[in-house]
């Protein structure tokens, strides 16, 4: 079995897995110096788009795509690739399909596919220059196209919301939100669907401090929260709504949902749809046991089994921390799994860096929190 994997960035999370499996690994990339080339059995540099990567998939006769792309940009291209060699060569490409992707990277697109489909969002309006300015605050100020918490702006005044304009001309304005930022994963696969552990990002806050910046927990536990009917388990409820999601856009791979929890109402709304790996991977793989990485290989070769993926679910109690620079011989991608019920991965860049802990139960990963000298009483949650 061979599989060509576009992008290097993420390769380090399933050079491992691809070597248990027995998989002929074929990276292409476009930047020369980017990390984990050596982790594939071959390489390619290539201009920056899909072309490229197209033909060498075809020459070296690889059995599927898995395209490891977790920004934006390139997810239309690689829909399109997708579309070509699943129709003229009968390649897998794990990837969303144009649709998707053009509704997903575009906010005002999310919102009016939302509401569209009943789906409960936060209120909003597009805003530009010289018209009326809104009289309710806090906003939270967007541009229709960005990600990571580019471009966004928390206004508190009229003054605010004129200075966001003076630098973008337009902005889509969302109702603030005092609540909890939740996030949870989805693997959609020739239509059948796993979503994975609700994730806790942590408290909105007004000075718009990003969840990467922050205390994550999963599973998540809110105690006043709305319940699932069936299943009287708010966690479940949030599940039904990323499996609902997926099937209405026809997902494919693994996807984000980003949602918030109105602590004032008891509601819940849909945030943004993101049709790529996500920041929470690691937190979701040390709670569920499922590394969405390692799972879309499977559906690259055909072996993944929707049933088999929720059998194998389980729920750890997960903890991870910011830590920015932390010593530690284990960032690497030897270290990149979880072992046992307790145990710990750091991952993530210079300045960036986040521990990831896995405990049997909350106790257990503070204990582990503790040992590594983490005072979690320091960081925002």
């Known amino acids: 079995m061979k599989l060509l994997f576009i992008g290097a960035r993420l390769f380090d999370d399933v050079a491992i897995y691809t070597k248990e499996k027995g998989i002929t690994s074929v990276l292409t990339e476009s930047n020369p110096k980017a990390q984990n080339l050596d982790l594939a059995d071959s390489y390619h540099i290539v201009p920056r788009g899909m072309e490229h990567p ?66 409960k969002t936060p209120e909003y309006d597009l805003i530009s220059s010289g018209q009326k300015i809104p009289k309710k605050y806090p906003l939270v100020l967007k541009q229709a196209l960005g990600q990571g918490g580019k471009d966004i702006k928390i206004a508190l005044s009229q003054e605010d919301v004129q200075g966001y304009l003076e630098k973008f001309d337009t902005a889509l304005a969302e109702r603030f939100i005092e609540g909890i930022e939740i996030s949870v994963e989805i693997l959609r696969w020739k239509n059948h669907s796993v979503p994975l552990i609700p994730v806790s990002k942590g408290k909105t806050t007004l000075d718009g401090i990003h969840p990467l910046e922050k205390l994550k927990k999963a599973p998540l536990h809110i105690n006043d929260a709305t319940l699932d009917a069936k299943t009287n388990n708010y966690n479940q409820a949030i599940r039904n709504i990323a499996s609902y999601i997926a099937d209405l856009l026809n997902i494919e791979g693994t996807a984000d949902l980003d949602l918030i929890f109105n602590r004032s109402n008891k509601n819940t709304y849909v945030l943004e749809i993101n049709t790529r790996p996500s920041g929470t991977r690691y937190l979701t793989a040390a709670s569920s046991d499922i590394n969405p990485l390692h799972e879309i290989v499977d559906m690259a070769t055909g072996s993944w089994k929707n049933k088999k993926v929720s059998k194998r679910m389980k729920e750890y109690y997960a903890l991870e921390i910011p830590v920015g620079d932390y010593f530690s011989d284990k960032n690497n991608y030897h270290f990149r799994e979880f072992h046992g019920e307790n145990s710990w991965i750091i991952h993530g860049p210079s300045n960036h860096q986040r521990i990831t802990i896995r405990g049997n139960d909350e106790k257990n990963a503070l204990k582990t929190a503790a040992r590594l000298n983490l005072n979690l009483d320091t960081i925002r949650n």
């Open 54 to 119: 197209k033909e060498i998939a075809i020459k070296e006769d690889v059995d599927g795509v898995v395209p490891l792309i977790g920004i934006d940009g390139p997810l239309k291209e690689v829909a399109l690739l997708k579309e070509e060699l699943e129709s003229d060569y009968g390649l897998p490409v794990v990837a969303s399909p144009l649709e998707a992707v053009s509704i997903a990277e575009d906010k005002v697109k999310t919102k009016e596919f939302l509401l569209k489909n009943d789906i």
